[in-house]
């Protein structure tokens, strides 16, 4: 029987429609808008100014404190302005503009396709490569490597998860960067056991990748300490707790992080930026990005730099349909809607989702009906229907009582809701107003 985790979940329609369709560039523009802020944790500091020319790979933001991650240049030519754009979330936000000329590259990144297997750095350095590249978590929470691969004092690593589930419907990049580059993983899965001095690591597949078990099973059998794990089709799997539960069978306490039952857990996408960041001495300038959709003429998995606007991508794929009610940056599931295709790909775009306008129109919020069926999927044991009276009347104390932080935000209660009650909305305008109150006490105490 097929390990998935033990408290709820769902099983939406896959949509996998672009799993076969191998990654393939795209052109570059004439210009490219570079955010400052790809990351969780403080934006970065520009290091040029207007006029300043830069190639590919040049660093042209700098770390900001310790939460923080390096910015460089995807494209070579002229930056054209220090500027406010739209990013994803719809505000401005500070970013760099770069008018595109040639495509010349730092002459220390390593462009070859030799896999390069030997890696004699010392955890120290792999982490300082690490940092200094730029890498974030790729499967879209786009926290800071190095910071998660340095535990807190006190904590201790027993075991590497490689997430290489990809739940959520119609995403396939994960999919398609693990059959097109299963070596580089698995050297760059051995590059962060180093880093976090582990001799095990366990890479957790769902059983609809039924080729991807097979070339990685095949591919680990030549790496000591890796393993491959088919798990149950299951939504939310890709969550680091839902996931290590499914893998080894631990439970990550409320409020604590994956490290504290000795689990330290890593996208598939991020061991291969990781891989081309120490071997290579390639920053993250570019990723892997699906378009898809129901109306989508040629779903596509698209090898985008960072700062392409994401109507290329759109065009690439066959162009915008007339049906188009919505565009999502992301999944459905854990997704946002853009404000606009003018809006840039950054190092966590890993979909652009087109919905339908009869698909993405709300219906109607009706009463709740007391089903409990979001109770019974919420994979963190929430209750999210009394999450939601206690947002929607303000009261802050009783939504932290009941763990309103505890929330990964997977849309599991809305999905299943047959009142068409937007719960995950109101969790998620309850769970950042309980944290800013929880920071605020800690501020002042």
Same mark, same amino acid.
């Given at each position: 029987?097929?390990?998935?985790?033990?408290?709820?979940?769902?099983?939406?329609?896959?949509?996998?429609?672009?799993?076969?369709? @191998?990654?393939?560039?795209?052109?570059?523009?004439?210009?490219?808008?570079?955010?400052?802020?790809?990351? =969780?944790?403080?934006?970065?500091?520009?290091?040029?100014?207007?006029?300043?020319?830069?190639?590919?790979?040049?660093?042209?933001?700098?770390?900001?404190?310790?939460?923080?991650?390096?910015?460089?240049?995807?494209?070579?030519?002229?930056?054209?302005?220090?500027?406010?754009?739209? *990013?994803?979330?719809?505000?401005?936000?500070?970013?760099?503009?770069?008018? &595109?000329?040639?495509?010349?590259?730092?002459?220390?990144?390593?462009?070859?396709?030799?896999? %390069?297997?030997?890696?004699?750095?010392?955890?120290?350095?792999?982490? *300082?490569?690490?940092?200094?590249?730029?890498?974030?978590?790729?499967?879209?929470? +786009?926290?800071?490597?190095?910071?998660?691969?340095?535990?807190?004092?006190?904590? %201790?690593?027993?075991?590497?998860?490689?997430?290489?589930?990809?739940? #959520?419907?119609?995403?396939?990049?994960?999919?398609?960067?693990?059959?097109?580059?299963?070596?580089?993983?698995?050297?760059?899965?051995?590059? &962060?056991?180093?880093?976090?001095?582990?001799?095990?690591?366990?890479?957790?597949?769902?059983?609809?990748?039924?080729? @991807?078990?097979?070339?990685?099973?095949?591919?680990?059998?030549?790496?000591?300490?890796?393993?491959?794990?088919?798990?149950?089709?299951?939504?939310?799997?890709?969550?680091?707790?839902?996931?290590?539960?499914?893998?080894?069978?631990?439970?990550?306490?409320?409020?604590?992080?994956?490290?504290?039952?000795?689990?330290?857990?890593?996208?598939?996408?991020?061991?291969?930026?990781?891989?081309?960041?120490?071997?290579?001495?390639?920053?993250?300038?570019?990723?892997?990005?699906?378009?898809?959709?129901? *109306?989508?003429?040629?779903?596509?998995?698209?090898?985008?730099?960072?700062? =392409?606007?994401?109507?290329?991508?759109?065009?690439?794929?066959?162009?915008?349909?007339?049906?188009?009610?919505?565009?999502?940056?992301?999944?459905?599931?854990?997704?946002?809607?853009?404000?606009? +295709? *003018?809006?840039? &790909?950054?190092?966590?775009?890993?979909?652009?989702?087109?919905?339908?306008?009869?698909?993405?129109?709300?219906?109607?919020?009706?009463?709740?009906?007391?089903?409990?069926?979001?109770?019974?999927?919420?994979?963190?044991?929430?209750?999210?229907?009394?999450?939601? /009276?206690?947002?929607?009347?303000?009261?802050?104390?009783? @939504?932290?009582?009941?763990?309103? +932080?505890?929330?990964? #935000?997977?849309?599991?209660?809305?999905?299943?809701?047959?009142?068409?009650?937007?719960?995950?909305?109101?969790?998620?305008?309850?769970?950042?107003?309980? /944290?800013?109150?929880?920071?605020?006490?800690?501020?002042?105490?």
């Amino acid at each position: 029987m097929l390990k998935t985790f033990r408290i709820g979940g769902i099983h939406p329609k896959e949509q996998k429609v672009s799993a076969g369709n @191998a990654i393939q560039p795209i052109a570059i523009p004439n210009q490219v808008i570079i955010p400052l802020g790809q990351h =969780i944790g403080a934006p970065c500091q520009p290091v040029v100014k207007k006029g300043d020319t830069v190639k590919v790979g040049t660093l042209i933001g700098k770390i900001v404190g310790f939460v923080s991650a390096n910015i460089h240049s995807s494209v070579s030519g002229t930056v054209l302005k220090l500027d406010k754009a739209i *990013d994803a979330s719809g505000y401005r936000r500070d970013a760099i503009f770069i008018k &595109v000329e040639g495509d010349e590259w730092e002459e220390s990144i390593d462009r070859s396709s030799d896999l %390069k297997k030997e890696c004699n750095l010392s955890s120290r350095e792999i982490l *300082d490569k690490i940092a200094a590249a730029g890498i974030v978590g790729m499967g879209g929470a +786009t926290f800071p490597t190095h910071v998660k691969l340095t535990p807190p004092p006190g904590s %201790k690593p027993e075991i590497l998860i490689i997430n290489g589930v990809e739940c #959520e419907p119609w995403l396939t990049s994960d999919h398609r960067v693990m059959m097109e580059k299963t070596e580089e993983i698995m050297v760059g899965i051995t590059i &962060v056991m180093k880093a976090l001095n582990v001799d095990k690591a366990i890479i957790g597949i769902e059983n609809n990748k039924k080729d @991807a078990l097979e070339k990685f099973g095949k591919c680990a059998e030549a790496y000591p300490g890796i393993s491959v794990e088919a798990l149950k089709v299951q939504y939310p799997q890709g969550g680091e707790k839902q996931l290590i539960d499914a893998l080894i069978g631990r439970q990550v306490p409320s409020g604590a992080l994956p490290i504290s039952v000795g689990a330290v857990v890593q996208n598939v996408g991020t061991v291969l930026a990781i891989y081309e960041a120490v071997q290579k001495n390639k920053p993250l300038i570019e990723r892997v990005v699906t378009v898809t959709g129901k *109306d989508i003429k040629q779903p596509c998995n698209i090898l985008s730099r960072v700062g =392409i606007p994401v109507a290329n991508l759109i065009n690439a794929a066959g162009g915008l349909p007339e049906t188009t009610g919505k565009i999502v940056s992301g999944g459905p599931m854990m997704g946002k809607a853009l404000a606009s +295709t *003018d809006v840039p &790909v950054t190092k966590g775009t890993s979909g652009i989702l087109v919905i339908p306008t009869l698909e993405a129109k709300r219906k109607a919020m009706k009463d709740c009906i007391r089903c409990a069926k979001c109770v019974s999927v919420c994979p963190m044991g929430l209750n999210p229907t009394l999450l939601m /009276n206690l947002t929607e009347f303000e009261v802050w104390d009783g @939504a932290e009582k009941h763990r309103i +932080t505890d929330c990964i #935000e997977c849309g599991s209660c809305s999905y299943t809701c047959p009142a068409d009650r937007p719960l995950l909305d109101y969790i998620r305008l309850g769970k950042g107003r309980v /944290n800013t109150i929880i920071r605020n006490r800690k501020t002042n105490a």
